[in-house]
Nanobody
Protein backbone atom coordinates (compact mmCIF):
# COMPACT_ATOMS: atom_id res chain seq x y z
CA UNK A 1 0.00 0.00 0.00
CA UNK A 2 1.37 3.37 -1.01
CA UNK A 3 2.31 5.57 1.92
CA UNK A 4 4.01 8.93 2.26
CA UNK A 5 6.41 10.48 4.71
CA UNK A 6 6.60 14.25 4.59
CA UNK A 7 9.51 16.13 6.11
CA UNK A 8 11.35 19.42 6.00
CA UNK A 9 8.94 21.62 7.88
CA UNK A 10 9.89 23.90 10.71
CA UNK A 11 9.50 27.31 12.26
CA UNK A 12 10.77 30.29 10.30
CA UNK A 13 10.24 34.02 10.02
CA UNK A 14 8.43 35.64 7.16
CA UNK A 15 10.62 35.98 4.09
CA UNK A 16 12.63 32.85 4.85
CA UNK A 17 12.62 29.54 2.98
CA UNK A 18 12.02 25.85 3.53
CA UNK A 19 12.18 22.78 1.32
CA UNK A 20 9.71 20.00 1.95
CA UNK A 21 10.22 16.40 0.90
CA UNK A 22 7.72 13.62 0.35
CA UNK A 23 9.04 10.08 0.13
CA UNK A 24 6.71 7.38 -1.13
CA UNK A 25 6.89 3.73 -0.19
CA UNK A 26 4.95 0.63 -1.19
CA UNK A 27 4.57 1.72 -4.80
CA UNK A 28 6.35 3.76 -7.42
CA UNK A 29 5.34 7.40 -7.74
CA UNK A 30 6.39 7.56 -11.37
CA UNK A 31 2.90 6.61 -12.53
CA UNK A 32 1.15 9.46 -10.76
CA UNK A 33 0.76 13.15 -10.79
CA UNK A 34 1.64 14.35 -7.31
CA UNK A 35 0.13 17.16 -5.32
CA UNK A 36 1.01 19.13 -2.24
CA UNK A 37 -1.82 20.12 0.07
CA UNK A 38 -1.95 22.12 3.25
CA UNK A 39 -4.30 22.44 6.17
CA UNK A 40 -4.23 25.49 8.40
CA UNK A 41 -5.91 25.50 11.82
CA UNK A 42 -9.65 25.84 11.45
CA UNK A 43 -9.51 25.69 7.67
CA UNK A 44 -10.17 23.08 5.01
CA UNK A 45 -7.33 21.26 3.34
CA UNK A 46 -6.43 22.99 0.10
CA UNK A 47 -4.33 22.13 -2.90
CA UNK A 48 -1.06 24.01 -3.14
CA UNK A 49 0.85 22.56 -6.06
CA UNK A 50 0.82 19.73 -8.55
CA UNK A 51 3.45 18.12 -10.74
CA UNK A 52 2.83 15.70 -13.58
CA UNK A 53 4.26 12.20 -13.75
CA UNK A 54 7.38 13.16 -15.64
CA UNK A 55 7.75 16.53 -13.98
CA UNK A 56 7.23 18.31 -17.28
CA UNK A 57 4.33 20.44 -16.09
CA UNK A 58 3.39 22.08 -12.82
CA UNK A 59 0.48 23.96 -11.33
CA UNK A 60 0.22 26.27 -8.32
CA UNK A 61 -2.40 27.90 -6.20
CA UNK A 62 -2.46 31.60 -7.02
CA UNK A 63 -1.35 32.63 -3.55
CA UNK A 64 1.96 30.76 -3.84
CA UNK A 65 2.84 31.44 -7.47
CA UNK A 66 6.29 32.90 -7.83
CA UNK A 67 7.26 31.74 -4.35
CA UNK A 68 6.87 27.95 -4.37
CA UNK A 69 8.43 25.45 -6.77
CA UNK A 70 7.47 21.79 -6.95
CA UNK A 71 9.83 19.18 -8.36
CA UNK A 72 10.31 15.43 -8.30
CA UNK A 73 12.95 12.75 -8.53
CA UNK A 74 11.25 9.54 -9.55
CA UNK A 75 14.46 7.56 -9.12
CA UNK A 76 14.27 8.46 -5.43
CA UNK A 77 10.48 8.13 -5.28
CA UNK A 78 10.41 11.64 -3.89
CA UNK A 79 8.67 14.93 -4.57
CA UNK A 80 9.77 18.29 -3.24
CA UNK A 81 8.29 21.66 -2.51
CA UNK A 82 10.70 24.57 -2.37
CA UNK A 83 9.03 27.40 -0.49
CA UNK A 84 10.62 30.82 -0.72
CA UNK A 85 9.57 34.15 0.75
CA UNK A 86 7.29 32.44 3.21
CA UNK A 87 4.39 34.37 4.65
CA UNK A 88 2.47 33.99 7.87
CA UNK A 89 -0.50 32.85 5.79
CA UNK A 90 1.53 29.81 4.67
CA UNK A 91 1.42 28.38 8.19
CA UNK A 92 -0.15 24.93 7.94
CA UNK A 93 0.49 21.22 7.97
CA UNK A 94 1.65 20.22 4.51
CA UNK A 95 0.79 16.87 2.93
CA UNK A 96 1.55 15.13 -0.33
CA UNK A 97 -0.84 12.89 -2.24
CA UNK A 98 -1.26 11.25 -5.62
CA UNK A 99 -3.60 13.02 -8.03
CA UNK A 100 -5.64 11.98 -11.02
CA UNK A 101 -3.96 14.75 -12.98
CA UNK A 102 -2.87 18.35 -12.58
CA UNK A 103 -6.03 19.84 -14.05
CA UNK A 104 -7.73 19.61 -10.68
CA UNK A 105 -7.16 18.44 -7.12
CA UNK A 106 -8.82 15.01 -7.29
CA UNK A 107 -6.86 12.50 -5.24
CA UNK A 108 -6.44 8.81 -5.99
CA UNK A 109 -5.48 7.39 -2.60
CA UNK A 110 -7.56 7.47 0.59
CA UNK A 111 -4.72 7.44 3.10
CA UNK A 112 -2.78 10.55 4.01
CA UNK A 113 0.55 10.81 5.74
CA UNK A 114 1.10 12.68 8.96
CA UNK A 115 2.26 15.76 7.11
CA UNK A 116 4.94 18.22 8.12
CA UNK A 117 4.29 21.39 10.09
CA UNK A 118 5.30 24.74 8.65
CA UNK A 119 5.06 27.69 10.99
CA UNK A 120 5.84 31.19 9.76
CA UNK A 121 6.04 34.07 12.20
CA UNK A 122 6.25 37.76 11.44
Amino acid sequence: QLQFVESGGGSVHSGESLRLSCVGSGDSLEYYAMGWFREAPGKEREGVSCITESGSSTRYRDSVKGRFTVSRDNAKNTVYLQMNNLKVEDTAVYYCQVLLNCFGWATLKPIWGKGTQVTVSS
